[in-house]
């Protein structure tokens, strides 16, 4: 029993790796085209030099497969992209994650889309592109976003004024 066991053991492990293999395989063509289109997208929300890649190194398989990844980004000409959370300023992660959710808009089942402050840490020209691509994305989701730039606020259909008081409480 222990031998058949030890058998289908390693049946099932050899089915997994050709599995992982597949996933794998298709997980590096699909990282490629995201490259290129978030590059693009980047390039199109006022950071004309971005580049955008994905790195996918092999790794023992696990749980998420035999793929380890890592987004890597370089805003600057002559620069090396470098690991996301290791180069990118706050203005410049938003806007990556803002170019990665358009990209992905068209392929995900969600219906709406809620961005809190993805502006922050923005000039007010790329404000505005910001709120030009945040209309665009509205024209097939629901967008709800969080904003402090007239810029734009001003792309928005409905407006919603939110404030916060300070209670003054006696004792």
């Known amino acids: 029993k222990i031998s058949a066991a030890q058998r289908e053991l390693d049946e099932i492990s050899e089915q997994n790796q050709r ?27 006022n ?11 092999t790794k023992p398989l696990g749980t998420h497969g035999i793929d380890e990844i890592c987004f890597l980004f370089s805003a600057n000409p ?9 180069c990118a300023s706050g203005g410049e992660l938003s806007r990556v994650f803002l170019a990665i959710k358009t990209h992905l808009a068209e392929k995900d089942q969600n219906t709406c889309l809620i961005f809190d402050e993805i502006d922050s840490n923005v000039g007010g020209q790329t404000a ?17 976003c969080v904003t402090h730039f007239v810029q734009v606020a001003s792309c928005g ?3 919603f004024l939110v404030s916060k008081k300070d209670a003054l409480t006696t004792i």
Do not use: M, N, W
């Open 47 to 57: 950071l004309p030099h971005a580049h955008f890649a994905i790195q996918v190194e």
């Open 128 to 144: 505005a592109i910001l709120g030009e691509k945040l209309q665009k994305l509205s024209e097939k989701r629901q967008v709800i």
């Open 19 to 45: 599995e992982a293999a597949q996933i794998s395989t298709l997980r590096k063509a699909a990282a490629r085209k995201l490259e290129s289109d978030v590059t693009k997208e980047l390039q199109s929300l």
């Open 78 to 86: 002559g620069y090396p992209p470098l690991p996301l959370q290791d």
């Open 157 to 159: 259909a409905h407006h």
